[in-house]
Nanobody, 129 residues
């Protein structure tokens, strides 16, 4: 069992910034990657960004490239999502998730929500125009 605790959500105006954090308080051995997804009201959950745990590989949704940056602190079992130049369409509940699948390719990252094993409770991000 992997517990994930997100924080850092809030309300900002368009053009502002927020930094989300996701802590996995327990052991993270066996974690291949950690990701951020988001879900807006009435919409499906969508991939935002992910980072592998053992090597420096990242993946972003086209809608956030150049604005969001995902990073990790292995010593603190924490993954961050720095969100800059926020837009009203970024408004959603943001979820952290872990992929525990073993892959032969350490740089591989999946963007499918169904491939992720554990999820946090979510943190609300609201961007006003």
């Amino acid at each position: 069992q992997v517990q994930l605790v997100e924080s850092g959500g809030g309300s900002v105006q368009a053009g502002g910034s927020l930094r989300l954090s996701c802590v996995a308080p327990g052991r993270t051995s066996g974690v291949h990657a950690m990701a951020w997804f988001r879900q807006a009201p009435g919409k499906e959950r969508e991939f935002v960004a992910a980072i592998t745990w053992k090597v420096d590989s990242t993946k972003y949704a086209d809608s956030v490239k150049g604005r969001f940056t995902i990073s990790r602190d292995g010593a603190e079992n924490t993954v961050f999502l720095q969100m800059n130049n926020l837009k009203p369409e970024d408004t959603a509940v943001y979820y952290c998730a872990t992929d525990l699948t073993w892959y032969s390719e350490l740089y591989w990252i999946t963007s499918r929500a169904s491939d992720y094993d554990y999820w946090g409770q979510g943190t609300q991000v609201t961007v006003s125009s």
